[in-house]
């Protein structure tokens, strides 16, 4: 039987994770990445149950939790260490189907990689737009390396998508959101510690345990976009964190300039008109990148990739099935946008009556037990791919 061709641009989660779904669903797929390499910018990911159903589709969810930490008990803190609210991990489990794992960005780009044919993936590989196809003609990208026809293109090319720019030109783009973030990966300092993150007066940190004895640590912080610090970024978080509690000094001790990453905060607070055009469809950040602050953003990537591939499975003409998955993905995406910024706002907030008024009410939540504190996640986490979803073996 003749395979149809898809080229996904961008080999980030969303994308490799498309590639593996699209070549479970009958399509021969090529990845092509910009970069040299497959190296990933970032430290550590939080992949939450909704992610991991969406893996257990193509056979990946059950390694992914064997090379993960899973997240144990914690919770919110102030600064100077003073819980405001515990989280269950059981009963969070319990609730939404299976527990949030934490694994380094590198570990599961390595393991969707190794899901793909080698030959499946062409770094160094930048691709342009020339025509997103419709319903009499393939899709046509042009590389350095010549012109690429398909049947279906997948751009999964991150916030700054230029194919997203070629499809909808006269959309606004990412917007800056007011706050900076800092990532990074450190040895686990010698006094335990639980998971938490922290929230101060106009920034929030925090620390999350892998399984390698390693530390995910990650700050937030209100800052002028293009902001950077002239003694180094490592100063900057001593500056901002320096005096909060255990184990953030020791993580900031332990950690070396060259190793702190710093990124601006953009996202599509405005959302895109469709997820597609003609046989091309958008993907992750590309499609509807958000903040940090719900810990979705790779989670929806992934999900993304699945419901796609459902769509675009055999029998129905590409065009139709990318409206189909139009309709699925963009309503819920647009959603998680929003509610990722209004998070932000509350964990940012800067003025001293506000951020008591805050901590008071997140203390008085936190008394009615776990099920009100994890009713924010409700008609998130709990997500499940489509009914039909093929779970194959990867070989």
């Not at 090319?157 to 800056?176: E, K, M, N, Q, V």
């Not at 065009?319 to 946008?337: E, I, N």
Request: charged residues 20%; aromatic residues 6%; contains cysteine.
């Amino acid at each position: 039987m003749e395979q149809h061709r898809a080229v996904v641009v961008g080999a980030g989660i969303g994308g490799l994770t498309a590639a593996i779904a699209l070549r479970a669903r009958g399509w021969d797929v090529t990845v092509l990445e910009r970069a040299g390499d497959l190296t990933p910018v970032g430290a550590g990911i939080a992949l939450a149950p909704n992610a991991l159903r969406a893996l257990d589709a193509i056979g990946l969810g059950d390694p992914v939790r064997a090379r993960a930490a899973w997240q144990g008990d914690g919770g919110m803190r102030r600064p100077d260490g003073r819980w405001l609210a515990r989280t269950d991990a059981e009963a969070a489990a319990a609730r939404f189907g299976g527990p949030v794992v934490l694994l380094h960005r590198s570990t599961l780009v390595d393991l969707l990689r190794s899901a793909l044919p080698a030959t499946a993936v062409r770094t160094g590989s930048a691709a342009v737009l020339a025509d997103p196809g419709g319903d009499r003609r393939p899709a046509r990208l042009t590389t350095p390396d010549g012109t690429h026809e398909a049947e279906l293109v997948v751009a999964a090319d991150g916030i700054r998508s230029a194919i997203r720019g070629t499809l909808f030109p006269a959309h606004p783009g990412p917007r800056y959101s007011g706050f900076t973030t800092w990532r990074v990966v450190v040895a686990a300092p010698a006094e335990p510690f639980a998971p938490h993150e922290t929230w101060g007066p106009g920034r929030l940190w925090g620390s999350q345990p892998l399984k390698d004895g390693r530390v995910y640590a990650y700050a937030m912080a209100a800052a002028p976009a293009g902001a950077r610090t002239p003694d180094g970024e490592k100063a900057a978080l001593l500056r901002l964190f320096g005096d909060w509690h255990h184990p953030v000094p020791a993580i900031l001790e332990a950690a070396d300039e060259s190793a702190v990453l710093r990124h601006d905060v953009h996202h599509l607070i405005d959302p895109l008109p469709a997820f597609h055009q003609g046989r091309t469809a958008l993907l992750g950040d590309a499609a509807h990148a958000m903040q940090p602050t719900l810990g979705q953003g790779g989670n929806q990537a992934v999900e993304d990739a699945i419901v796609l591939a459902h769509h675009a499975g055999p029998g129905l003409p590409v065009p139709a099935a990318l409206a189909g998955y139009t309709a699925d993905r963009l309503p819920r995406t647009s959603g998680l946008v929003r509610k990722a910024a209004r998070t932000g706002r509350l964990a940012l907030l800067s003025a001293r009556p506000a951020v008591a008024l805050r901590n008071a009410a997140v203390i008085a939540v936190s008394r009615f037990g776990p099920g009100l504190v994890l009713r924010g996640f409700d008609g998130i986490a709990d997500w499940c791919p489509p009914a039909d979803a093929e779970r194959p073996r990867v070989s």
